[in-house]
Protein backbone atom coordinates (compact mmCIF):
# COMPACT_ATOMS: atom_id res chain seq x y z
CA UNK A 1 0.00 0.00 0.00
CA UNK A 2 0.90 3.50 -0.93
CA UNK A 3 2.38 5.85 2.52
CA UNK A 4 0.27 8.81 3.29
CA UNK A 5 1.10 11.68 1.00
CA UNK A 6 1.18 15.45 1.93
CA UNK A 7 1.23 18.19 -0.63
CA UNK A 8 2.88 20.62 -0.94
CA UNK A 9 6.42 19.75 0.90
CA UNK A 10 7.52 22.93 1.12
CA UNK A 11 5.97 26.26 1.35
CA UNK A 12 7.01 30.16 2.12
CA UNK A 13 4.48 32.55 2.77
CA UNK A 14 4.11 35.86 4.15
CA UNK A 15 2.44 37.45 7.24
CA UNK A 16 -1.50 37.89 6.62
CA UNK A 17 -1.49 35.12 3.75
CA UNK A 18 -3.22 32.18 4.20
CA UNK A 19 -2.59 28.66 3.48
CA UNK A 20 -4.08 24.97 2.20
CA UNK A 21 -2.52 21.91 3.22
CA UNK A 22 -3.37 18.71 1.50
CA UNK A 23 -2.92 15.39 2.82
CA UNK A 24 -3.87 11.55 1.41
CA UNK A 25 -4.47 8.95 3.80
CA UNK A 26 -3.29 5.10 3.37
CA UNK A 27 -6.07 3.51 1.46
CA UNK A 28 -8.58 2.60 3.49
CA UNK A 29 -8.31 4.77 6.27
CA UNK A 30 -10.61 6.67 7.40
CA UNK A 31 -9.38 8.38 10.17
CA UNK A 32 -7.05 11.55 9.47
CA UNK A 33 -5.15 13.70 12.07
CA UNK A 34 -3.36 16.66 11.96
CA UNK A 35 0.00 17.76 13.98
CA UNK A 36 1.89 20.78 14.02
CA UNK A 37 5.39 20.07 15.51
CA UNK A 38 7.96 22.76 16.23
CA UNK A 39 11.57 22.62 17.84
CA UNK A 40 9.86 24.40 21.24
CA UNK A 41 6.31 23.03 21.45
CA UNK A 42 6.97 19.35 20.01
CA UNK A 43 4.29 17.58 18.35
CA UNK A 44 0.57 19.21 19.02
CA UNK A 45 -2.59 17.80 18.06
CA UNK A 46 -4.71 20.49 15.57
CA UNK A 47 -7.77 17.72 14.94
CA UNK A 48 -8.66 14.78 13.34
CA UNK A 49 -11.27 13.95 10.77
CA UNK A 50 -13.17 10.09 10.80
CA UNK A 51 -15.55 9.87 7.62
CA UNK A 52 -15.72 13.87 6.77
CA UNK A 53 -16.63 14.72 10.51
CA UNK A 54 -14.44 16.45 12.49
CA UNK A 55 -14.18 14.03 16.03
CA UNK A 56 -11.55 15.95 17.92
CA UNK A 57 -9.75 19.15 18.15
CA UNK A 58 -7.15 20.56 19.61
CA UNK A 59 -6.21 24.07 21.81
CA UNK A 60 -5.39 26.12 18.43
CA UNK A 61 -7.30 29.53 17.49
CA UNK A 62 -9.87 29.19 14.79
CA UNK A 63 -7.68 30.31 12.03
CA UNK A 64 -7.21 26.92 12.13
CA UNK A 65 -9.28 24.66 10.16
CA UNK A 66 -9.45 21.28 8.12
CA UNK A 67 -12.07 19.13 6.21
CA UNK A 68 -11.98 15.74 4.78
CA UNK A 69 -13.76 14.95 1.89
CA UNK A 70 -15.64 11.79 0.92
CA UNK A 71 -12.56 9.90 -0.17
CA UNK A 72 -11.07 10.47 2.64
CA UNK A 73 -8.22 12.73 1.61
CA UNK A 74 -8.29 15.55 4.25
CA UNK A 75 -7.17 19.63 3.60
CA UNK A 76 -5.75 21.99 6.42
CA UNK A 77 -6.17 25.86 6.12
CA UNK A 78 -5.06 28.34 7.96
CA UNK A 79 -5.37 32.20 7.45
CA UNK A 80 -3.71 35.19 8.28
CA UNK A 81 -0.20 33.69 8.52
CA UNK A 82 1.69 34.46 11.86
CA UNK A 83 5.37 34.56 12.19
CA UNK A 84 4.58 31.64 14.70
CA UNK A 85 2.88 29.44 12.39
CA UNK A 86 6.19 28.66 11.19
CA UNK A 87 6.49 24.64 11.85
CA UNK A 88 6.19 21.22 10.55
CA UNK A 89 2.57 20.33 9.85
CA UNK A 90 2.21 16.16 10.05
CA UNK A 91 -0.73 14.20 8.85
CA UNK A 92 -1.38 11.00 9.96
CA UNK A 93 -4.19 8.12 8.89
CA UNK A 94 -5.39 4.96 10.85
CA UNK A 95 -8.10 3.17 11.05
CA UNK A 96 -9.57 4.78 14.03
CA UNK A 97 -7.86 7.99 16.32
CA UNK A 98 -7.07 6.12 19.30
CA UNK A 99 -4.79 3.30 17.44
CA UNK A 100 -2.02 3.35 15.41
CA UNK A 101 -0.90 6.37 13.42
CA UNK A 102 0.96 6.44 10.33
CA UNK A 103 2.57 9.90 9.52
CA UNK A 104 3.19 11.45 5.62
CA UNK A 105 6.61 13.29 5.36
CA UNK A 106 5.06 16.57 6.21
CA UNK A 107 4.80 20.24 4.87
CA UNK A 108 7.53 22.37 5.92
CA UNK A 109 5.54 26.13 6.37
CA UNK A 110 7.70 29.06 6.85
CA UNK A 111 6.15 32.69 7.62
CA UNK A 112 8.20 35.49 6.22
CA UNK B 1 -0.19 16.72 34.44
CA UNK B 2 0.33 16.38 30.83
CA UNK B 3 -1.29 13.24 29.37
CA UNK B 4 1.96 11.54 28.45
CA UNK B 5 5.32 12.98 30.08
CA UNK B 6 9.13 11.74 28.68
CA UNK B 7 12.47 13.04 29.87
CA UNK B 8 13.63 14.83 27.18
CA UNK B 9 16.89 14.28 27.36
CA UNK B 10 19.17 14.64 25.66
CA UNK B 11 20.53 10.94 26.27
CA UNK B 12 23.89 9.84 25.34
CA UNK B 13 25.00 5.86 25.15
CA UNK B 14 28.00 4.48 23.75
CA UNK B 15 27.87 2.01 20.92
CA UNK B 16 26.57 -1.20 21.99
CA UNK B 17 24.97 -0.48 25.27
CA UNK B 18 21.41 -0.26 26.38
CA UNK B 19 19.58 2.85 25.48
CA UNK B 20 16.69 2.99 28.09
CA UNK B 21 13.89 5.18 27.72
CA UNK B 22 10.74 6.12 29.94
CA UNK B 23 7.66 7.66 29.42
CA UNK B 24 4.70 7.94 32.18
CA UNK B 25 0.97 8.47 31.52
CA UNK B 26 -2.06 10.51 33.02
CA UNK B 27 -5.33 8.19 34.09
CA UNK B 28 -6.57 10.09 30.61
CA UNK B 29 -4.52 7.54 29.07
CA UNK B 30 -5.11 4.03 29.48
CA UNK B 31 -5.27 1.45 26.38
CA UNK B 32 -3.01 1.21 23.74
CA UNK B 33 0.89 2.44 23.92
CA UNK B 34 3.19 3.52 20.98
CA UNK B 35 7.38 4.70 20.43
CA UNK B 36 7.88 6.38 17.44
CA UNK B 37 11.60 7.42 15.83
CA UNK B 38 11.84 10.51 14.68
CA UNK B 39 14.95 11.34 12.97
CA UNK B 40 16.16 15.20 11.92
CA UNK B 41 14.10 16.19 9.54
CA UNK B 42 11.89 13.69 9.24
CA UNK B 43 8.41 12.15 9.98
CA UNK B 44 7.78 9.92 13.35
CA UNK B 45 8.25 6.41 12.24
CA UNK B 46 6.21 3.88 14.51
CA UNK B 47 8.49 1.25 15.94
CA UNK B 48 6.58 -0.23 18.46
CA UNK B 49 3.57 -0.85 20.08
CA UNK B 50 2.10 -2.12 23.25
CA UNK B 51 -1.04 -2.89 24.73
CA UNK B 52 -0.90 -5.26 27.93
CA UNK B 53 0.97 -5.34 30.50
CA UNK B 54 4.87 -6.81 30.43
CA UNK B 55 7.00 -7.12 27.76
CA UNK B 56 7.22 -6.78 23.78
CA UNK B 57 10.28 -7.61 22.01
CA UNK B 58 10.86 -7.23 18.33
CA UNK B 59 14.53 -7.65 17.23
CA UNK B 60 16.61 -4.94 19.41
CA UNK B 61 13.81 -3.26 20.45
CA UNK B 62 12.03 -4.51 23.83
CA UNK B 63 8.98 -2.17 25.04
CA UNK B 64 7.96 -2.19 28.40
CA UNK B 65 4.26 -1.56 29.74
CA UNK B 66 3.24 -1.28 33.65
CA UNK B 67 -0.49 -0.02 33.92
CA UNK B 68 -0.58 -0.23 38.10
CA UNK B 69 2.42 2.68 38.16
CA UNK B 70 1.88 4.00 34.58
CA UNK B 71 4.44 3.91 33.08
CA UNK B 72 6.11 2.75 29.58
CA UNK B 73 9.50 1.88 29.11
CA UNK B 74 11.15 1.45 25.66
CA UNK B 75 14.88 -0.58 25.53
CA UNK B 76 17.15 -0.76 22.69
CA UNK B 77 19.87 -3.25 22.73
CA UNK B 78 23.11 -3.11 21.25
CA UNK B 79 22.63 0.92 20.46
CA UNK B 80 23.81 1.96 17.14
CA UNK B 81 24.74 5.07 15.55
CA UNK B 82 22.09 4.68 13.42
CA UNK B 83 19.91 4.40 16.25
CA UNK B 84 20.55 7.87 16.79
CA UNK B 85 16.81 10.14 16.75
CA UNK B 86 13.99 12.03 18.96
CA UNK B 87 11.75 8.64 20.46
CA UNK B 88 8.15 9.84 20.85
CA UNK B 89 6.65 8.22 23.41
CA UNK B 90 2.55 7.89 22.94
CA UNK B 91 -0.39 6.48 24.01
CA UNK B 92 -4.46 6.37 23.40
CA UNK B 93 -7.53 7.58 25.45
CA UNK B 94 -10.68 9.05 24.92
CA UNK B 95 -10.79 8.18 21.72
CA UNK B 96 -7.30 10.39 21.23
CA UNK B 97 -4.05 9.94 20.67
CA UNK B 98 -1.54 11.74 23.35
CA UNK B 99 2.14 12.18 22.79
CA UNK B 100 4.96 12.95 24.65
CA UNK B 101 7.56 15.26 23.93
CA UNK B 102 10.53 13.04 23.05
CA UNK B 103 13.65 12.33 24.13
CA UNK B 104 16.67 12.48 21.83
CA UNK B 105 19.53 9.61 21.39
CA UNK B 106 22.83 10.07 20.46
CA UNK B 107 24.54 6.97 20.55
CA UNK B 108 28.34 7.83 19.88
CA UNK B 109 30.59 5.39 18.40
Known amino acids: KAGVTQTPRYLIKTRGQQVTLSCSPI?????VSWYQQTPGQGLQFLFE???????NKGNFPGRFSGRQFSNSRSEMNVSTLELGDSALYLC???????????FGPGTRLTVL | QKEVEQNSGPLSVPEGAIASLNCTYS??????FFWYRQYSGKSPELIMS????GDKEDGRFTAQLNKASQYVSLLIRDSQPSDSATYLC?????????FGTGTRLTVIP
Open chain 1, 92 to 102: ASGDYAADTQY
Open chain 1, 27 to 31: SGHRS
Open chain 1, 49 to 55: YFSETQR
Open chain 2, 27 to 32: DRVSQS
Open chain 2, 50 to 53: IYSN
Open chain 2, 90 to 98: AGTGANNLF
